[in-house]
């Protein structure tokens, strides 16, 4: 199994449009009304936006592949495009999916050692994020990985309302 990440590029975005709505749809799918889910898809991942947000020099994504075939992607942001006013000091991992058929394959290991490097590369002297309260298997890996909850924040699917644990690991 040959695996890889790559920096994604404005080029790029169909191909990301196409790996965050299939992870984010095999995520939630179950828990959330259809209409719900497709009115955060049109939102969040339309090719206007995620254009916009590639081309923000103060956020990163990148592809993880296996044997060529884009498995999850990681999407980081620092400073002013935190979706949270967390500090200079602070990098946030806004985003961090793996394919279904890919998980438990240490995907999100790499992806996470990834956001851990850039974070550390940028002397950042923590690392945040925001996962639903109901996401339980990100939690158990987020715990895994350090991470302790430190508040939480409304996360809106539509217009229906949720709750996300805000998470920080603190790296020296």
Same mark, same amino acid.
């Given at each position: 199994?040959?695996?890889?990440?790559? @920096?994604?590029?404005? +080029?790029?975005?169909?191909?990301?449009?196409?790996?965050?709505?299939?992870?984010?749809? +095999?995520?939630?799918?179950?828990? *959330?009304?259809?209409?719900?889910?497709?009115?955060?898809? +049109? /939102?969040?991942? *339309?090719? /206007?936006?995620?254009? $916009?947000?590639?081309? *923000?020099?103060?956020?990163?994504?990148?592809?993880?592949?296996? *044997?060529?075939?884009?498995?999850?992607?990681?999407?980081? %942001?620092?400073?002013?495009?935190?979706?949270?006013?967390?500090?200079?000091?602070?990098?946030?991992?806004? #985003? !961090?999916? !793996? @394919? @279904?058929?890919? $998980?438990?394959? &240490?995907?999100?290991?790499?992806?996470?050692? @990834?956001?851990?490097?850039?974070?550390?590369?940028?002397? /950042?002297? %923590? !690392?945040?994020? &925001?996962?639903?309260?109901? %996401?339980? %298997?990100?939690?158990?890996?987020? $715990?895994? /990985?350090?991470?302790?909850?430190?508040?939480?924040?409304?996360?809106?699917?539509?217009?229906?309302?949720?709750?996300?644990?805000?998470?920080? #690991?603190?790296?020296?």
């Amino acid at each position: 199994m040959t695996t890889m990440i790559k @920096k994604c590029t404005q +080029e790029e975005l169909p191909k990301l449009q196409n790996i965050s709505i299939t992870t984010f749809t +095999e995520t939630f799918q179950e828990q *959330n009304s259809p209409e719900h889910l497709q009115a955060y898809l +049109e /939102k969040a991942y *339309n090719l /206007k936006q995620l254009g $916009q947000e590639v081309a *923000n020099p103060s956020s990163q994504f990148f592809f993880v592949s296996v *044997n060529e075939e884009v498995a999850g992607y990681l999407k980081v %942001n620092t400073d002013d495009a935190q979706t949270e006013a967390m500090g200079s000091d602070f990098l946030e991992v806004e #985003r !961090i999916y !793996i @394919k @279904k058929a890919f $998980q438990k394959h &240490g995907l999100g290991k790499l992806l996470m050692d @990834k956001a851990v490097e850039i974070a550390m590369e940028q002397q /950042k002297k %923590n !690392i945040w994020l &925001g996962v639903w309260e109901d %996401n339980e %298997n990100a939690l158990a890996f987020y $715990q895994k /990985k350090g991470f302790v909850q430190t508040g939480s924040h409304s996360f809106f699917m539509g217009d229906d309302e949720q709750i996300d644990l805000i998470m920080v #690991r603190t790296l020296y």
